[in-house]
């Protein structure tokens, strides 16, 4: 069968489907698969099968686990069967505690939690388990350290994910460390290197472009990061955070979190290399004040998404 082209010229239904194929794809389609949206809740309830189902009411595909001890094995298995009948995954379970803490005790301790939260994560299912590296700050378990961003702190960092990942050998969920402006990882180049130092297929990435941008060059070319990180660090992302920042005016550079869509962060950047990632990694919503903030930032990234002809689960 013969088609007509522009000018009259005919072309066969192979050179149609050959000019389909080279054309742009439309947004829509371009923007690949459905990303998860996820948030805290603020149901007065501890039941799951209502949390899961307050959830998908707020529109939201993806959780934060609820509270659970690894011992309650009753406990984990309606989590876990509550959350997966409405479609919501379980992005994360959280371990902030220092495992570089100065006091021996402390660290051991902390240390200790934190193999504990992983143990958790994996019996419920979680995309991972998540914890900064730490800190050498005496006082503040997240905070500055000359320290933090030497040899001595990376190697300490690979050893303690050895330890938590050997002791519990997760199959499902993943061990992850965030990027902090101020310490090991502070960047895509080097979380790359960390995960070649680990060498672990279980440990993964969970990626907070907020963590990342600590200098004005990289506040102001936010997209160029955000598509570095996605480009070397896409393969081991299992989920993210969501939020914004805004630069304070002040002598010294001081850039502030705030609700997303009040600040710089290239939102139609961060959802379009979510939706083209291997796998549906969760994009969580933190660090707001209360349910209103948290509306309101959720339905800032959505009408991006809608902008950009990017779907949610």
Request: net charge negative; with cysteine; charged share 25%.
């Amino acid at each position: 069968m013969e088609f007509r082209y522009n000018l009259g010229m005919p072309i066969t239904r192979r050179g149609l489907l050959e000019i389909l194929a080279a054309a742009p794809l439309s947004r829509a389609w371009a923007a690949g698969r459905p990303v998860r949206l996820g948030g805290p809740v603020f149901l007065k309830s501890d039941d799951p099968a209502q949390l899961a189902h307050e959830h998908r009411r707020l529109g939201y595909s993806a959780a934060y686990c609820p509270a659970a001890k690894t011992s309650d094995a009753d406990r984990i298995r309606a989590i876990r069967e509550a959350f997966a009948s409405e479609n919501v995954v379980i992005a994360e379970v959280g371990a902030w505690k220092n495992m570089l803490d100065p006091d021996a005790a402390a660290r051991k301790s902390n240390l200790d939690y934190v193999t504990e939260r992983l143990a958790l994560a994996e019996a419920v299912g979680a995309r991972c388990c998540v914890d900064i590296a730490g800190s050498y700050n005496p006082k503040y378990w997240y905070g500055m350290n000359s320290r933090n961003l030497s040899r001595e702190f990376f190697d300490a960092t690979v050893e303690n994910i050895h330890h938590a990942i050997d002791a519990v050998k997760p199959a499902r969920t993943r061990f992850t460390i965030e990027m902090m402006p101020w310490s090991l990882p502070d960047g895509p180049d080097s979380y790359l290197e960390l995960i070649h130092a680990v060498d672990r297929p279980s440990f993964g990435v969970h990626l907070d472009v907020c963590n990342v941008i600590n200098s004005p060059a990289r506040f102001y070319n936010n997209k160029a990061v955000i598509e570095e990180c996605f480009r070397k660090l896409g393969p081991w992302v299992v989920s993210c955070h969501a939020k914004d920042l805004a630069w304070i005016p002040e002598y010294n550079v001081h850039f502030a979190e705030v609700i997303p869509g009040q600040g710089e962060i290239d939102y139609a950047a961060y959802l379009r290399e979510l939706s083209q990632l291997p796998v549906d990694a969760p994009l969580m919503l933190e660090h707001l004040k209360n349910a209103e903030e948290y509306d309101q930032g959720r339905a800032y990234i959505q009408r991006v998404a809608s902008q950009e002809g990017i779907r949610f689960a």
